[in-house]
């Protein structure tokens, strides 16, 4: 069985090598470690970041995808007693650059595949990290005047440390970067006690054993990534993550490799469903069947639950902010269907220790049945934004919803209503916030990202139905003198993650503006929509 309760986010995994070292604990490409191998890399590799940064560092970027070093390398760093940053390789340099220069990270770890990046992202940082490269022979060229940088050799030759640091439990355990509506990503620090108090959470509610087997859908620069490391781990599971190819067939995937416990966004199931792919009973071995990150259809639930009718169904709900997941509905086929509003299955009920409310825009509690603010309170919610008190300010009511003293209420920008059975029915969002693939892009930041672009007078992007049923696309309308609008797409390629990038451009002379003189995104996504504004042919 599980750790009980784990006070720091990877004391699950260092009690599972301890108890059983040589279960598998992770497998990619077809080679498989065990809990003890990943267990002595951690260490190896912590004793490198501690000796690359001339101390125990504070934080550490983990520059790598899918690889033994993203796994290992996010372990390396909380063993090393530090924060894990992860950055994704397909980035561009100039957003990865951003992050590591905010958040401060002192330490690098990178795989072979992020060789070519390494150039380009370090150019022009004031201060470079340190490098601490396990799969490379030599120092990529092109790195600034006195880098610091550990190679394969340096790293085989390190002394491990013998056991992880115990961080305080008040300490970032992991820094994730959010979308900003104003141009610029967020960064959200997540403490141990945070994580800690979610990872108990579940672990109660799912009782997984050393016998499941986990999917792992989610980049790690996504927050879902962290239940299957570590809800995985922490059970003395097996973590089976799902290549590029793997996620075309992500059934199969799960079929042919007796997959017990399954998490993605609704996104892959909805593909599986319009494709006809979820045929009752075809997925008999899964035992839990999780979803998160954005609204889950009721009749994709009922789908997959048919494919999968060993397995509890559930639909998980949280923001980044408040760590992971914090509320759940668990689906059942007579009654799930009933409650669903618009479609859409309810997110549910908090987690335990934590609170949730819907409140008016001055943070008063409506009646049950109005529509509000889903608003959250407890010991997953984060201290705030990373150097952003006024972004920090704006996201927190001071309110006391069920009487008692006032505390802080996180205001998480989605409409909700709490319905007669006590649970909360998700019903949109209150800003232009939207979610691609389960993807959260403000869409405000590549509005900011293409008024950068020489030739751009004015922006709009709009979230629009893709050619494939259930799934959205952006759309950007753009107005400026003789736009050049290849040159535009390869500006916002350079400056944005590939998720973020519309899909169309829709140039027009004129915005349409509504009755407050604003532009008239309502018009302007009809006239998408129908064809009447034609995509630029890229
Ligand atoms: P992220 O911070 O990327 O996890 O995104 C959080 C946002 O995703 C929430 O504020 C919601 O808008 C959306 N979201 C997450 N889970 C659900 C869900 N189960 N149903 C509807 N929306 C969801």
């Known amino acids: 069985m599980q750790e009980p309760q784990p006070s720091f986010l990877h004391a ?75 950055l994704h390789p397909k980035y561009p340099a100039a957003r990865n650059r951003d992050v590591l220069e905010r958040a401060g990270v002192d330490a690098l770890l990178a795989d072979g595949g992020a060789l070519p990046r390494l150039g380009p992202l370090l150019t022009g940082l004031a201060v470079a990290p340190a490098l601490v490269l396990p799969e490379h022979d030599e120092a990529p060229a092109a790195l600034p005047a006195g880098s610091r940088v550990l190679t394969r050799r340096d790293v085989a ?141 009721d009749t994709v639930a009922a789908a997959w639950q048919e494919a999968a009718p060993g397995s509890v169904v559930e639909n998980l709900y949280g923001p980044t902010e408040a760590t992971i997941a914090c509320m759940v509905h668990r689906w059942d086929p007579r009654t799930s269907p009933d409650r669903a509003v618009n479609g859409i299955v309810p997110i549910g009920t908090p987690y335990p220790g934590m609170a949730a409310a819907a409140l008016t825009e001055d943070g008063r509690p409506v009646a049950d049945g109005e529509t509000g603010e889903l608003c959250l309170s407890g010991a997953q919610v984060f201290d705030g934004y990373l150097d952003a008190p006024e972004q920090t300010a704006r996201a927190f009511h001071t309110a006391a919803p069920y009487g008692g003293e006032p505390g802080r209420w996180y205001r998480t920008g989605d409409l909700v209503r709490r319905t007669a059975d006590g649970e909360f029915a998700y019903l949109g969002r209150l800003d232009t916030q939207v979610k691609i693939l389960g993807h959260r892009i403000e869409t405000g930041e590549v509005e900011a990202h293409l008024l950068r672009q020489p030739g751009v007078a004015q922006a709009v992007v709009l979230p629009v139905p893709g050619d494939e049923e259930g799934v959205t696309v952006l759309a950007a309308v753009v107005s400026g003198d003789g736009l050049d609008v290849e040159a535009v797409d390869d500006g916002l390629r350079a400056a944005l993650p590939p998720y973020m990038i519309p899909l169309t451009y829709h140039p027009l002379d004129t915005f349409p503006l509504n009755a407050n003189g604003k532009v008239d995104r309502g018009a302007l996504r009809e006239r998408v929509v129908s064809g009447d504004l034609e995509p630029y042919p890229l």
């Open 157 to 297: 030759a390190a002394e491990p440390q013998a056991a992880p640091v115990s961080p305080d439990p008040a300490d970032t355990a992991y820094l994730l970067f959010t979308s900003g509506s104003t141009g610029r990503p967020k960064g959200v620090p997540i403490a141990h006690t945070h994580v800690a108090s979610f990872l108990r959470a579940n672990t109660e509610r799912y009782g997984f054993t050393p016998d499941d087997r986990f999917t792992n859908t989610f980049d790690q620069t996504f927050d879902l990534s962290v239940f299957d490391l570590f809800m995985a781990w922490g059970s003395g599971g097996h973590l089976l993550p799902l290549g590029a190819t793997d996620l075309m067939a992500p059934l199969d995937f799960v079929r042919d490799n007796a997959v017990t416990v399954w998490f993605s966004v609704p996104s892959v199931a909805v593909l599986q469903h319009r494709r006809g792919r979820l045929k009752p009973g075809s997925l008999p071995g899964l035992r839990w069947s999780l979803f998160c990150g954005e609204a889950l259809p």
């Open 12 to 86: 699950g995994f260092r009690a599972s090598a301890l108890r059983h070292p040589d279960r598998p604990a992770l497998t990619l490409d077809g080679r498989t470690w065990t809990y003890g191998e990943l267990d002595a890399l951690a260490l190896r590799w912590a004793a490198a970041l501690t000796a690359a940064a001339g101390g125990r560092p504070r934080r550490v970027g983990v520059l790598a995808h899918r690889s033994v070093v993203s796994y290992a390398g996010f372990l390396a760093a909380l063993y090393a007693g530090a924060a894990a940053v992860p």
